[in-house]
């Protein structure tokens, strides 16, 4: 585990300045995740409201493969707004990711369905999936290199709140399932009631915006500022830099994200399996997705701060391993013995293997870059993964469970994936000798 220290003379933040820059480091982390589990919540219902079909499987892999798709863009986000966190700051990098993130939320609120527009309503909806792709291409690099830079000693509690906040996301947005389904008609629900948690989203935008308006950059990143300005002859260049001389890194930080991103997206289709497999109602689905979500949110940044003592490597791979190990038998006691109880428990013991493994992922992912290029490593490598191994999982596991009937298709991909971090993991141990 690489250590470091504040800066000569930089000022030690207070308690009440380190709670404020969490929040504004997760807030836009939160709402992006928000905004990402609502849609896969929900895509039952957007299926038919926007993308109509000849049969139901064909009208969801439309409205799942539009969500894979955005993806795509993702890169591209964090290649523009990584760079510009690395040149022009973490700060301003964060300003511009929320702006966006804002107005594409706001397009899939106020979006008519394709029995009022046509065409116009799908297309409205993959375009405000790419702008929410690309603004958050580049929302985890900046805020994760935000964080981390201001309590360099406690990079793994810093940086674990930016997961601890997508549990927070998917708390809230589970709670907006629950609810709806469980109080609404169906009626309703398309009519209207699909659209609330977007409208709540789109109002924890201008809250973001403004604490993040009113943080400071980190000490670590100011001496860096300096010491680049001291050479001007140089042109500071993130991306060139990063592809010329660091895609090793690059590659070990996407593998390493592996089984946390295809973790995440498996959850976030949960409701959608419990449906179309375990044939239970809406509301089990989002019922045992809030327990997840509550278990990600408490144990995450416990783990992120053990990891500043024990090493980020070793509780990643023993997390990793029982991910490996248990993740079969737990698909196959769901589809055994199809119920709420069962489900629950199902959901709880991944959620609380993905805490234990993404609680000190951001910040092994910040000591495999150097400062200079930490954000823009970040967001590309974060992107990457996120884009091959998590936006398309949903696409992927139901076009497994077509193709082969078997119900199961979860937990092989998600061994899959648990083996390649593995490997990535030893690769980090050994190459970079990070713990």
Same mark, same amino acid.
């Given at each position: 585990?690489?250590? $470091?220290?504040?800066?000569?003379?930089?000022?030690?933040?207070?308690?009440?300045?380190?709670?404020?820059?969490?929040?504004?480091?997760?807030?836009?982390?939160?709402?992006?995740?928000?905004?990402?589990?609502?849609?896969?919540? #929900?895509?039952?219902? !957007?299926?038919?409201?926007?993308?109509?079909?000849?049969?139901?499987?064909?009208?969801?892999?439309?409205?799942?493969?539009?969500?894979?798709?955005?993806?795509?863009?993702?890169?591209?986000?964090?290649?523009?707004?990584?760079?510009?966190?690395?040149?022009?700051?973490?700060?301003? $990098?964060?300003?511009?990711?929320?702006? =966006?993130?804002?107005?594409?939320?706001?397009?899939?609120?106020?979006?008519?369905?394709?029995?009022?527009?046509?065409?116009?309503?799908?297309?409205?909806?993959?375009?405000?999936?790419?702008?929410?792709?690309?603004?958050?291409?580049?929302?985890?690099?900046?805020?994760?290199?935000?964080?981390?830079?201001?309590?360099?000693?406690?990079?793994? #509690? %810093?940086?674990?709140?930016?997961?601890? $906040?997508?549990?927070?996301?998917?708390?809230?947005?589970?709670?907006?399932?629950?609810?709806?389904?469980?109080? =609404?008609?169906?009626?309703?629900?398309?009519?209207?009631?699909?659209?609330?948690?977007? #409208?709540?989203?789109?109002?924890?935008?201008?809250?973001?915006?403004?604490?993040?308006?009113?943080?400071?950059?980190?000490?670590?990143?100011? *001496?860096?500022?300096?010491?680049?300005?001291?050479?001007?002859?140089?042109?500071? &260049?993130?991306?060139?830099?990063? =592809?010329?001389?660091?895609?090793?890194?690059?590659?070990?930080?996407?593998?390493?994200?592996?089984?946390?991103?295809?973790?995440?997206?498996?959850?976030?289709?949960?409701?959608?399996?419990?449906?179309?497999?375990?044939?239970?109602?809406?509301?089990?689905?989002?019922?045992?997705?809030?327990?997840?979500?509550?278990?990600?949110?408490?144990?995450?940044?416990?783990?992120?701060?053990? &990891?500043?003592?024990?090493?980020?490597?070793?509780?990643?791979?023993? *997390?990793?391993?029982?991910?490996?190990?248990?993740?079969?038998?737990?698909?196959?006691? %769901?589809?055994?013995?199809?119920?709420?109880?069962?489900?629950?428990?199902?959901?709880?013991?991944?959620?609380?293997?993905?805490?234990?493994?993404?609680?000190?992922?951001?910040?092994?992912? &910040?000591?495999?870059?150097?400062?200079?290029?930490?954000?823009?490593?970040?967001?590309? &490598?974060?992107?990457?993964?996120?884009?091959?191994?998590?936006?398309?999982?949903?696409?992927?596991?139901?076009?497994?469970?077509?193709?082969?009937?078997?119900?199961?298709?979860?937990?092989?991909?998600? %061994?899959?994936?648990?083996?390649?971090?593995? !490997?990535?993991?030893?690769?980090?141990?050994?190459?970079?000798?990070?713990?």
């Amino acid at each position: 585990m690489n250590t $470091s220290t504040l800066p000569a003379g930089a000022v030690r933040p207070s308690a009440a300045q380190v709670h404020r820059i969490i929040l504004a480091a997760s807030i836009g982390n939160a709402l992006e995740w928000f905004d990402l589990v609502v849609y896969g919540f #929900f895509a039952v219902t !957007i299926a038919k409201l926007f993308f109509p079909a000849s049969t139901e499987a064909i009208s969801l892999m439309l409205t799942l493969g539009t969500f894979g798709i955005s993806y795509l863009i993702r890169p591209l986000g964090g290649f523009v707004l990584g760079s510009f966190a690395d040149r022009a700051g973490r700060k301003a $990098s964060m300003l511009l990711s929320i702006a =966006l993130m804002m107005i594409g939320t706001l397009l899939i609120a106020i979006m008519p369905g394709y029995a009022t527009i046509g065409l116009w309503a799908p297309f409205g909806i993959l375009l405000s999936r790419l702008m929410q792709g690309f603004s958050a291409g580049g929302e985890f690099g900046c805020s994760t290199a935000f964080l981390v830079e201001h309590a360099p000693e406690r990079r793994g #509690f %810093m940086g674990s709140w930016q997961f601890a $906040s997508q549990g927070l996301a998917t708390l809230l947005a589970s709670g907006f399932g629950a609810l709806l389904t469980s109080q =609404l008609s169906g009626a309703q629900l398309e009519s209207w009631g699909w659209r609330i948690p977007f #409208f709540f989203g789109l109002a924890i935008g201008p809250v973001g915006f403004y604490i993040r308006k009113y943080v400071d950059e980190a000490a670590e990143f100011d *001496a860096q500022q300096k010491t680049l300005m001291q050479t001007p002859a140089q042109t500071h &260049s993130p991306v060139r830099e990063l =592809l010329v001389t660091q895609k090793t890194r690059v590659l070990l930080a996407v593998g390493a994200l592996v089984i946390s991103t295809a973790a995440n997206y498996m959850i976030l289709y949960m409701p959608t399996y419990a449906i179309k497999q375990l044939h239970l109602p809406a509301a089990t689905g989002f019922a045992a997705t809030l327990a997840t979500g509550f278990v990600l949110t408490v144990l995450t940044p416990v783990i992120g701060h053990w &990891s500043d003592t024990a090493g980020r490597v070793r509780l990643m791979a023993a *997390a990793a391993l029982l991910m490996l190990a248990t993740v079969y038998p737990t698909f196959a006691c %769901m589809n055994r013995h199809a119920s709420f109880a069962t489900m629950l428990v199902a959901m709880t013991w991944i959620g609380a293997l993905k805490a234990a493994y993404f609680g000190a992922l951001p910040a092994l992912m &910040s000591e495999i870059f150097p400062i200079r290029t930490r954000a823009t490593g970040l967001a590309v &490598s974060y992107n990457i993964g996120v884009t091959v191994f998590g936006g398309f999982a949903p696409f992927i596991i139901t076009w497994l469970i077509a193709a082969s009937g078997n119900k199961l298709a979860p937990g092989f991909y998600l %061994m899959f994936c648990a083996v390649l971090s593995l !490997i990535a993991l030893y690769a980090v141990r050994t190459r970079l000798r990070i713990r």
